[in-house]
Structure formats: C-alpha cells, structure tokens
C-alpha cells in the first residue's frame, strides 16, 4: 500500500496541476526518506562523501516538490504554500496542512481523489419519482 502510493506520486513526478491524497503524500515521503537513510548508510559504509545520498536527493527533488503541492492543492492551498520551509518556523502550518484532510467538494485544481466529485458537480439529472 505505501510502496503503491510512493511509484504513484513518482507516476506524476512533474504534475504541479491536480491533487493528491494524504496517503500519496506521506507515503511518497515515508520511502524517500528511507531510500535517503539507506543512501546515506551505504556511503558511510563505502565513501568518505555522500555520493549516493546527494543522487538520491537530486532524484527526489522534483517529484517531492511536485507532491507536496499537489497535497496543497487538496486542502485548497497554492502550491507556492511550500516557500514556507524556507522560514523555518513555517514547517509547523505546512505540516499541519500536509495531514488535513482535503476538501471534498471540487475546487480549482479539480475533483477530490478522496470524495471523487459530489452529485451536484456532476450534474446528475432529478429523476421525476426523486421530486417531493
């Protein structure tokens, strides 16, 4: 399930233009994260340099970029949210949003991967037997 959701976000590694779910966003997270750890492990174990742990950050990248504001996008954020990080102390709303859950009605990155589009956006016709 993780593994899936982690070659989903890499699927989409240069999306920047729909949404994603919580699930995709911390799975992704979760094995880079361990592919770092162990690319780190192995250059200590081999090299006096992070040869294999700056690849493995180079690979990332772009991808991690991508799911991170496709994450915003789900909970009704720009992208752009993610300069945050760079303050530091903006971490704290970035976290938080990366675990709320998002909206469930369609916004303008599109429908929900979660909820899928609500009847009324779908514009689903009233049968005449469904009219009181």
């Given amino acids: 399930m993780i593994w899936n959701n982690f070659l989903l976000a890499l699927s989409k590694y240069a999306d920047f233009k729909t949404r994603s779910r919580r699930a995709e966003f911390w799975g992704f997270t979760l094995i880079s994260l361990l592919i770092s750890a162990a690319a780190s492990i192995w250059d200590n174990a081999i090299f006096d340099s992070e040869v294999f742990g700056s690849l493995v950050d ?29 303050t530091g102390i903006g971490l704290i709303p970035l976290f938080y949003w990366y675990a709320k859950d998002g909206e469930v009605h369609n916004n303008k990155w599109g429908a929900s991967p979660k909820y899928g589009a609500s009847d009324i956006e779908r514009e689903i016709p009233i049968e005449e037997d469904q009219i009181v």
């Avoid at 991690?64 to 949210?81: C, F, K, M, N, P």
């Fill in 58 to 86: 180079i690979v990332f990248f772009i991808p991690s970029i991508a799911v991170g504001a496709r994450r915003l996008h789900d909970t009704g954020r720009s992208g752009w949210w993610q300069l945050l990080a760079l």
